[in-house]
């Protein structure tokens, strides 16, 4: 190979956009992402970004922040701000999780 022995690396052509194998990049979040509908809370307030939701769950008592309900909840929220999940999914289990605290 050409100049392996004294340093030299070959650049790679202009607009090449190809990623080295092993190599990760950066993706930015999408917890401000809004959701398609607002999710009316018991109270009439409105969880309107997938942020406003993972902290109305973080704000709940432990007690109740560690049931399942509110588990899957946080989770779907995540894989939908994180990794581009389906909306739905995250507003479906908010919904459930809230309706279980009216009962």
Known sequence: MLGAHCGYTP????????IPSGVSFWRPMAWFKRFYDPIILPDGRKLL?????AEYIAALPQAEHDEADWQVAME??????????????ARIAM????????S
Not at 49 to 53: G, H, L, Q, S
């Open 11 to 18: 650049r790679t052509p202009l607009g090449d956009t190809s």
């Open 49 to 53: 970004t997938y942020r406003d939701a």
């Open 76 to 89: 779907t929220l995540v894989l939908a701000a994180e990794r581009n999940g389906p909306e739905m999914l």
């Open 95 to 102: 919904i459930r999780a809230l309706s279980r605290r009216r």
